[in-house]
T-cell receptor
């Protein structure tokens, strides 16, 4: 079993829809949680960073962390074609090393 | 703007010919990382530096080496590239125990 499991997708939604992305994990020591967006042939771009459980909102993006269920989510409201990318969840404990999900490719159709 | 810069963005090398990729940062972060990312896969950590302390992942091949001459710069040396080393190489930086910021990557082709 992988340490981090991410819904594989791909996901195709119409413009304006809500995109929901999810990851589960098995390591209870994880306490830092991140979402990265990666466009084709580019480096990952940090979207959201949260520490421990709770919600965090930034514009159209909302990140949720439920440590009791070992489950994290990213919601994108009012999705735009420019949101079409691969989204990677990542998490770490205190040893610098990030554990990534495999990524979910999202296409937002105009 | 503070950022992570990688050069070159695209590198073509021949089988067995040494190649060096570079990374620089203006974020003044004390941790720098090198990742390898193959198509449709998550980034795979090769090694990282905490200041000058080098930390190698157990499964990183000996063919990969790294140097960090100062806080701002870090280099990835591939001594004898094989066809299987063709990938995107990503540099990232962070403060201690904080989020990592990635550069744009260097796409390596081995012919």
């Amino acid at each position: 079993q992988k340490e981090v499991e991410q819904d594989p997708g791909p996901l195709s939604v119409p413009e304006g829809a809500i995109v929901s992305l999810n990851c589960t994990y098995s390591n209870s020591a994880f306490q830092y949680f991140m979402w990265y967006r990666q466009y084709s042939r580019k480096g990952p771009e940090l979207l959201m960073y949260t520490y421990s459980s709770g919600n965090k909102e930034d514009g159209r993006f909302t990140a949720q962390v439920d440590k009791s269920s070992k489950y994290i989510s990213l919601f994108i409201r009012d999705s735009q074609p420019s949101d079409s990318a691969t989204y990677l969840c990542a998490m770490s404990s205190n040893d610098y090393k990030l554990s990534f999900g495999a990524g979910t490719t999202v296409t937002v159709r105009a | 703007d503070a950022m992570v810069i990688q050069n070159p963005r695209y590198q073509v090398t021949q089988f067995g010919k040494p190649v060096t990729l570079s990374c620089s940062q203006t974020l003044n972060h004390n941790v720098m990382y090198w990742y390898q990312q193959k198509s449709s896969q998550a980034p795979k950590l090769l090694f990282h530096y905490y200041d000058k302390d080098f930390n190698n992942e157990a499964d990183t091949p000996d063919n990969f080496q790294s140097r960090r001459p100062n806080t701002s710069f870090c280099f990835l040396d591939i001594r004898s590239p094989g066809l299987g080393d063709a990938a995107m190489y990503l540099c990232a930086t962070s403060r201690v125990d904080r989020e990592q910021y990635f550069g744009p990557g260097t796409r390596l082709t081995v012919t």
